[in-house]
């Protein structure tokens, strides 16, 4: 106001000539106020005026002597219409402000929880594009030409987790996100890992020194040194199937377990040997695909968990002092593999009983007599590995992402386990790039893409990158998407995921882009829970996101129909062996699988609130208070002296019922507030996603129990770990422990009630029954 004032006294070449005064007075009674403005000039001093307070002592009849004096000369006049028009542009120009501010602030309307489809409405900051729009847009920008040559542009016969070729091809996709205008980043690791002997080899002695076998295949993290032991045939090395052995009264300890591949992880099939004290596993592949070739090697790791096993819970940062120490998911028992034609040379050889006639085949089980040796000389090597990123921005809630991710390493040419997935990634980083600089797209939370390296050996890079981010990962990021062999089929298609995404992905299922079939109508056969739907496994590179960070996380792929890919962790993963299965239509099933995971995302970004349904998890949760609550009952009726009648299961049934009040209530929040308003998303959003990582229980250490989730994780503290335990108790297994249970019991109780608590949001919202 000065500046402007300054302004008109040197057009009149004169001092400044007045201002405006507002005056607000209030009676002390309270009762009545006055607004006064008055135009006043440097001239009342003039006629003796005394300022400010001579103004406000002015009699009510006595005439103004600014008006007298203005009516008096052209030069006055003139004057009062120059200020006139100056409060009248400053006026419009606050009117102007506040409401443009008004249009800047985003509005909050959508659909509310769990409708299908949002109410589209317009905001300043991030105007909302009709989701068929979205659609539309994104189905143009996938083409089975792009993917040819993507393809081509990303195969590679050799990309070991830290070798040439995995730092050649991580540079590459570094490339493709600077192309695209994203913000790009690396992530460094020193990681340990085991590999093949650098001078000679791992070998296999059946019998006696004649019949040695030099196998090339590799386990990594499997003990080190020489055991000899008697064969035994255990299926798949399942629990079931070591338990039907011990139940035929077989003797399991110190035997050399010959199993077959697949049901389960690598890991999961020689911890369960080792718990039964055996010396040595040995594993094959037994395809009934005749077209598979019996020489073929397999490669894998039997790290019981994720990450680096030598820095288990924190990150392998280069130049920090780690203490020595390993992973409790370390086997203590040697583990190799063997191709099909090693394993049938043995088991023709076997004696003993009669294989059980629910595995199938004619070979024996083995006997004492069948001796074999295993020698494993893996040598532990120290590689440094870069992840890469590449980030597109939110318009709204920057700071929230979705993350997207694709292990770029391979054992051989991996086409189906890396070079498909990272192919995929970086087609919708072009895609959804493009429809935000040229289309109009604005999404509302970020996205970050990301290429992991090391997944082979447990997807060490993508759980190295959660070990030391975790702090900030848990509180920002809401999904992660994993892209890992999402083409090894046409026949088939599966999905894993936390149930927070169940309706989600049955939503991207009905979709239909550029009116081809949906994949609901194409698989789901009427139930898609049924049909589509299968656990999230240990050895999954979303499961360390879900159940060690509690990201809600959503793995899925195209499968050969009944059977599964072979050659997943073989030298003979390539191109053709994937054309073979998919019918020559490689790029056209991914370009499929892009649009489910595109579909997804976008969702994800673009509608006002997370699209995640709270009741799944209540469901769950009651199907294991109901068994557990079964079983307490059964163990006090059977064996009364070790769960007192005392032991009550009312206060896990009241923490059941604690969570189930706060999802509901938090969908009444969502119906019934006024969410024309960011900052009410953004709270609800959150409280929506502190729902995963508070099932995560804060009683175990991340070092000894790396999968902390109490229904979807691993360990004593699970539910279903609890189950489990009563059963033991029942039958008097000598390994259960009463006082144990208990223990457990009361932790997986309050972490239940914690999450019920979160998820009701404000302290004075809690429910305190318990």
Not at 298 to 318: A, E, R
């Amino acid at each position: 106001m000065d500046q402007a004032r300054s302004t008109i006294s040197k057009i009149f070449n004169g001092e400044p000539h007045s201002y405006t005064r507002f005056n607000l007075t209030q009676n002390m009674e309270g009762d009545n106020s006055q607004v006064e403005m008055k135009l006043s000039s440097d001239m009342d001093e003039e006629v003796g005026g005394n300022g400010v307070g001579d103004h406000l002592n002015h009699s009510s009849n006595r005439k103004p002597h600014v008006a007298q004096k203005l009516g008096r000369t052209p030069k006055n006049l003139c004057f009062l219409a120059a200020a006139t028009l100056l409060i009248f542009i400053i006026g419009y120009l606050i009117g102007y402000l506040v409401h443009r501010k008004s249009d800047l602030a985003p509005s909050c309307a959508a659909s509310v929880l769990p409708l299908e489809e949002p109410v589209p409405h317009e905001t300043g900051a991030a105007p909302l594009m009709d989701w068929d729009d979205v659609k539309k847009l994104f189905a143009q920008k996938l083409t089975v030409a792009n993917f040819e040559s993507v393809f081509s542009e990303f195969s590679s016969d050799e990309h070991r987790a830290g070798s040439p070729g995995d730092d050649a091809l991580g540079n590459k996709v570094l490339k493709k996100f600077k192309e695209y205008g994203m913000n790009t980043w690396t992530d460094e690791h020193f990681v340990k890992v085991q590999d093949p002997p650098a001078s000679g080899s791992n070998r296999v002695v059946f019998k006696n020194g004649s019949n040695a076998e030099y196998p090339k295949g590799l386990l990594s993290y499997s003990a080190i040194g020489t055991v000899t032991g008697a064969v035994l045939y255990a299926g798949y090395g399942q629990e079931s199937d070591l338990m039907l052995l011990r139940d035929r009264n077989i003797n399991l300890s110190g035997r050399v377990m010959l199993v077959k591949a697949g049901k389960i992880s690598f890991a999961e099939k020689v911890a369960n040997a080792a718990k039964m004290n055996a010396s040595a596993v040995l594993i094959y592949p037994d395809p009934a695909d005749d077209t598979f070739e019996e020489d073929t090697e397999l490669y894998g790791h039997v790290h019981m968990g994720s990450g680096d096993p030598y820095t288990p819970g924190f990150p392998s940062f280069n130049h920090t002092q780690f203490p020595p120490v390993q992973s409790s998911g370390l086997p203590k028992i040697l583990a190799q593999t063997i191709t099909a034609g090693m394993a049938a040379k043995i088991l023709r050889e076997l004696g003993g009983q009669n294989v059980p006639q629910a595995w199938g085949g004619i070979y024996k089980l083995g006997e004492e007599r069948d001796l074999i040796t295993v020698d494993v000389n893996n040598v532990l090597t120290e590689k440094k590995i870069n992840n890469v990123f590449g980030v597109i921005k939110g318009f709204v809630d920057a700071d929230r992402y979705l993350v997207i991710g694709a292990q770029r390493d391979a054992w051989g040419p991996g086409f189906a386990s890396s070079t498909v997935g990272t192919s995929v990634l970086v087609e919708l980083a072009r895609s959804i790039s493009d429809m935000v600089k040229n289309d109009g797209f604005k999404p509302r939370r970020s996205i970050v893409f990301a290429s992991w390296s090391a997944g082979e050996y447990g997807s060490v890079g993508a759980t190295e990158w959660l070990e030391g981010y975790l702090s900030s990962l848990s509180m920002k990021a809401f999904t992660y998407i994993n892209l890992d062999g999402v083409v090894a089929g046409r026949n088939g298609f599966k999905v894993a995921a936390s149930p927070l995404l169940y309706s989600l992905i049955k939503s991207s299922l009905n979709e239909s882009p550029n009116k081809a079939p949906s994949l609901s109508s194409e698989f789901a056969g009427g139930n898609w829970e049924t049909n589509v739907l299968e656990p999230l496994k240990l050895d999954n590179a979303a499961y360390p996101f879900l159940a060690f960070s509690g990201i809600p996380s959503v793995s899925f792929r195209f499968t050969p129909g009944k059977s599964e890919y072979l050659y997943f962790g073989t030298m003979r993963d390539t191109r053709q062996k994937l054309n073979g299965v998919t019918s020559n239509s490689v790029p056209q099933v991914a370009v499929i699988a892009s649009q489910f995971a595109g579909h997804m995302a976008l969702r994800l970004v673009h509608d006002h609130l997370l699209r995640m349904d709270l009741t799944r998890y209540h469901d769950i949760i009651r199907t294991h208070v109901g068994q557990i609550n079964a079983k307490v009952k059964a163990v006090q009726r059977v064996q009364p002296q070790l769960l007192p009648k005392s032991l009550t299961v009312q206060w896990l049934i009241s923490a059941s019922g604690s969570y189930g009040r706060a999802s509901r209530s938090l969908l009444a929040d969502v119906q019934n507030s006024d969410l024309d308003d960011i900052e009410m998303c953004r709270i609800i959003n959150d409280r929506i996603m502190s729902v995963e990582r508070n099932f995560l229980s804060p009683f175990v250490s991340p070092r000894e129990s790396p999968f902390r989730h109490i229904l979807l994780g691993s360990g004593s503290h699970t539910l279903q770990a609890l189950s489990n335990h009563l059963e033991a108790l029942r039958t008097t297994n000598p390994e259960a422990d009463a006082d144990l249970f208990r223990n457990q019991f009361a932790l997986a109780t309050w972490t239940l009630q914690g999450c019920a608590n979160s998820l009701a949001g404000d302290i004075w919202s809690l429910d305190n029954e318990i």
